[in-house]
């Protein structure tokens, strides 16, 4: 039984109650972070900065720590390749 490349690399999706159960580990620029993650569209690190009013610094431990949790997920971006996007795993 082989898994092919495409679902090797498939996001992981967690259910609601588990989401918020890691979630409740992490520290409050992490719960902010992936408040502002609740839309449809993936946004950028400077863009989470921007919506947040959090600093850089801080936004880049934010995202390091959902990302260590598997609560975000990330790609580069379709707009421009030189940047990631991130995303809710929901």
Avoid: C, H, W
Wanted: hydrophobic content about 30%.
């Amino acid at each position: 039984m082989s898994t092919s490349p495409v679902e090797a690399n498939s996001p992981v999706r967690l259910s609601e109650s588990e989401f918020r159960e890691r979630l409740r580990e992490l520290p409050p620029s992490a719960k902010l972070i992936a408040k502002v993650l609740e839309g449809d569209e993936p946004l950028s690190q400077g863009e989470l900065a921007e919506e947040s009013l959090l600093p850089d610094r801080t936004v880049r431990y934010a995202l390091n720590r959902l990302e260590e949790s598997e609560l975000i997920g990330s790609r580069y971006s379709f707009k421009d390749a030189r940047k990631q996007v991130y995303y809710r795993n929901t």
